[in-house]
């Protein structure tokens, strides 16, 4: 009687151990197979500096950030490395952030040509109005951002505190 009792404490636990092995083990899986898909979109970009984070959505597929903040290396020169970006599969989600003014309307095409992205803050780039709308005309299924314009006072002078008042 003893040793049954035994084997079926020693099941009673096993099974649960076992179970979260498994779930653990598929979701190392899972990670592999994210990094394997991810990295001919990603690698390329290494050389200029961005800041990559992922939100992984508990499967092979995530959330990309892509951010190339003002000190990264990204310029007109270098801005065909993003095509890199459109061997992501479609089956992620990809926000590109570039905060850099040496990125300016000479790099409409190739941004334009990034069709993977789900959303492309170029706001504060040295790219004008006018690109910034160009490129929310040729990339319709992706969410451009206009900039915010700053709020003037009565007399058309910009209000630093960003309500109303005389300057």
Do not use: W
């Not at 653990?24 to 394997?36: E, F």
């Not at 992922?54 to 020169?77: A, I, T």
């Amino acid at each position: 009687m003893k040793a049954k009792l035994v084997a079926l404490a020693a099941a009673l636990v096993a099974t649960p151990v076992l179970a979260f092995m498994g779930l653990y083990g598929y979701a190392c899986y899972q990670d592999a197979l994210r990094i394997q898909d991810a990295a001919p979109a990603f690698d390329p970009l290494e050389q200029i500096k961005p800041i990559l984070l992922s939100q992984p959505f508990g499967s092979r597929y995530c959330r990309y950030v892509v951010d190339f903040p003002p000190e990264s290396l990204l310029n007109d020169d270098n801005v065909d490395l993003l095509r890199s970006l459109n061997l992501l599969p479609e089956q992620n989600t990809l926000d590109v952030t570039i905060r850099t003014e040496r990125i300016t309307d000479a790099s409409l095409s190739v941004l334009a040509s990034l069709g993977s992205i789900d959303l492309l803050d170029v706001t504060e780039t040295a790219i004008t109005d006018e690109g910034i709308a160009q490129l929310q005309s040729v990339m319709p299924s992706a969410i451009v951002p206009t900039r915010e314009r700053p709020e003037r006072t009565h007399n058309n002078a910009v209000n630093p505190s960003g309500g109303l008042g005389r300057s």
